[in-house]
């Protein structure tokens, strides 16, 4: 076992790391947050350095390398602020699906453009009566000539007004079974597709998010995302992929809030001492910084699994179980820390906090984790 970071990892650690901390100026951040303004300029820059589609292969553009190093540039931008680092780390969301699962024209058409940060890409799955149960969707593709009709509604897809393609989970019409699937890409510009942005939100507000109303939407076979009934599975694998970059983000987010409550123990003095001499601070410091470690040991041992070739889909979520806790808990009690002036807004703590409470959601919600996890352990019996 080697539980060191190689020097290149080190050096993309580090690149990152002062990348976010010379790009994301706190002033610009809390102005992309109050507006809910998607954080463009970063957003290319991030994209000219080789920051985001990291493990997209050379030949499309990307810069082939592994998981474990987008973990570690994930990590450091979500810990210099959350909601921009989500913002960049996300702008591919679903991309992997045409990644993994595509085809040679797909990935050779589609994603260059998102590793130059030209085009962000979105997936739609969740449907707002049908929950976590991904057996099967009431948006419907049915064959139609070369190609397929859609009609149906999703929704909380992100990124779904940037620019780019999208991806639609939908069942197979007149074929109701459970797995027949299929993923098809969508161009948003189609008749047949109206994307609604949703209200304000809780946390990641920089991140557009639609519903979306799809009638009689026109897509050709060649959009399809490996074969007819493969729908499902494809999404499951995404989806337990995804787990290890949404760890990455707990990660951050509650390095991040760690750090500042730490110097504001170092500073703030009351009774006339260092608040972080008195034991119930020191106590809290302890704990958090213990938990982010056992956070982190777990991110990690996903991402280097997944590049080993020896994916563990349990790992995978115990890693963004564990990180989406840790994430809350730590950012409460940091915000705990700062007493008053940690409820205040222009305060960078109460955002980790409202980011920290998105993480258990995404994908799959923490209850469901478990359960996929308990599957793996004992089985259905
Ligand atoms: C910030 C954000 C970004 C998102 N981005 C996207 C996106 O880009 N594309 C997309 O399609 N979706 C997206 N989603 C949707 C997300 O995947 C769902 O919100 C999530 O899967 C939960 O589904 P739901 O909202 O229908 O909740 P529900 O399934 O209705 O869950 C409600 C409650 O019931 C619990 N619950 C549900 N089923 C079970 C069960 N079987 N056992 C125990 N407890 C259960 C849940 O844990 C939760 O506490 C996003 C969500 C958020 C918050």
Partial sequence: MDFILTKEQKDIQKAAGEFAQGEFDPDVAMDLEREGQYPF????????????????????????L????????????????????????????????????????????????IAKGENASSLAYLEKNQGNDFTSFKTTATRNGNGYLINGNKSLVINGSLPGPMIVVCQLADNRKPGEQVALILHKDTDGLVATEMGGRVGMRMLPMAELTISDLKVPRENLIGEEGQGQSQLMNFLNEMNIEAAAMATGIAQGAFDLALAYAKQREQFGQKIG?????????????????????????????????????????????????????????????????????????????????????????????????????IGRI
């Avoid at 210099?80 to 702008?91: H, T």
């Fill in 41 to 64: 300029e970063i957003w290319k820059r991030a994209c000219e350095l080789g920051f985001i589609g990291m493990h997209i292969p050379e030949e499309y553009g990307g810069q082939e």
């Fill in 66 to 113: 592994g998981i474990l190093d987008n973990v570690l540039v994930v990590e450091e931008f979500c810990r210099q602020n959350s909601g921009i680092g989500m913002a960049l780390v996300l702008s591919g969301f679903g991309s992997e699906m045409i990644l993994r699962f595509g085809s040679d024209d797909q990935r050779e058409k589609y994603l260059p453009p």
């Fill in 277 to 377: 001499s008195f034991e119930a601070i020191r106590d809290r410091l302890a704990d958090m910084d213990t938990r982010i470690e056992v956070a982190r040991l777990l991110t990690y041992k996903a991402a280097w699994s997944f590049d080993k070739n020896d994916v563990n889909p349990k790992i995978n979520y115990m890693a963004k179980m564990v990180s989406a806790e840790t994430a809350l808990k730590v950012a409460r009690d940091s915000l705990h820390i700062f007493g008053g002036y940690g409820y205040i807004v222009e305060n960078k703590i109460e955002q980790f906090y409202r980011d920290a409470s998105m993480v258990d959601i995404i994908g799959m919600p923490g209850e469901i984790d478990k359960s996929l996890i308990a599957d793996q352990i």
